[in-house]
């Protein structure tokens, strides 16, 4: 069975411009996470999905971020305009369902963004 | 969900068990205790997670006191590909769950 995968694995952009990440969850999980580690510092959520659905995006660090899940599979992070705070690895984890121990959340391998 | 502490470091010889302490004293009854691991710059990585009894899977074995308020991971046979950063979890699973709370973790060092 595949795991969590995230595209790309890094991206090198200029302060201003837009970027992508991709995050392809275990076939089957409704559940979809995003998290982020900025340098130095440590994992942080930044929001969750429940199909297609946003549960809680309570740790998006403000509106140049938007997250998609459309059709309850694949989900897209995109940040717009890119500023210097935002390089880090940005993590994709997913689980089978909430409660108890399905769950637990698997993560990708991480997309590293570098803003420069 | 319950906050944990966790020693910043430790060192094990490789081939001996190394026991990772995790303190949640204000654990609540329907809160989980999970353990993942952060190798390099990859992925967090499940390694296991209870309750309230003493879990085992291929990876390591879980120890829960009885009172719930502290835990200890136990990686049997260390290895030099166990040296990662440890992080002690606990959440509630009662659905409707969010985000897991990484604190600094263990970072944990195998010596040969």
């Known amino acids: 069975e595949a795991g969590v995968t995230q595209f790309p694995s890094h991206s090198v952009i200029e302060k201003g411009q837009t970027v992508t990440l991709r995050c392809d969850p275990i076939s089957g999980h409704d559940n979809l996470y995003w998290y982020r580690r900025v340098m130095g510092k440590e994992i942080k959520f930044l929001l969750h999905f429940v199909k297609e659905s946003k549960q809680d995006e309570s740790g998006m660090p403000n509106n140049r971020f938007l997250a998609e899940r459309t059709g309850g599979t694949y989900s897209t992070l995109k940040v717009q305009p890119a500023e210097l705070e935002d390089s880090g690895v940005y993590f994709c984890?997913?689980?089978?369902?909430?409660?108890?121990?399905?769950?637990?959340?698997?993560f990708g391998p991480g997309t590293r963004l570098t803003v420069l | 969900d319950a906050k944990t502490t966790q020693p910043p470091s430790m060192d094990c010889a490789e081939g001996r068990a190394a026991n990772l302490p995790c303190n949640h004293s204000?654990?609540?009854?329907?809160?989980?205790v999970y353990w993942y691991r952060q190798i390099h710059s990859q992925g967090p990585q499940y390694i296991i997670h209870?309750?309230?009894n003493n879990e085992t899977n291929e990876m390591a074995s879980l120890i829960i006191t009885e009172d719930r308020k502290s835990s200890t991971l136990i990686l049997p046979h260390a290895t030099l590909r166990d040296t990662a950063v440890y992080y002690c979890?606990?959440?509630?699973?009662?659905?409707?769950?969010?985000?897991?709370?990484f604190g600094k973790g263990t970072h944990l060092i195998i010596q040969p």
């Open positions: 209870g309750l309230k």
């Open positions: 984890a997913s689980s089978l369902r909430t409660g108890g121990s399905t769950d637990t959340q698997y």
């Open positions: 204000t654990i609540s009854g329907n809160e989980y």
């Open positions: 979890i606990v959440r509630f699973s009662g659905g409707g769950a969010d985000g897991l709370t």
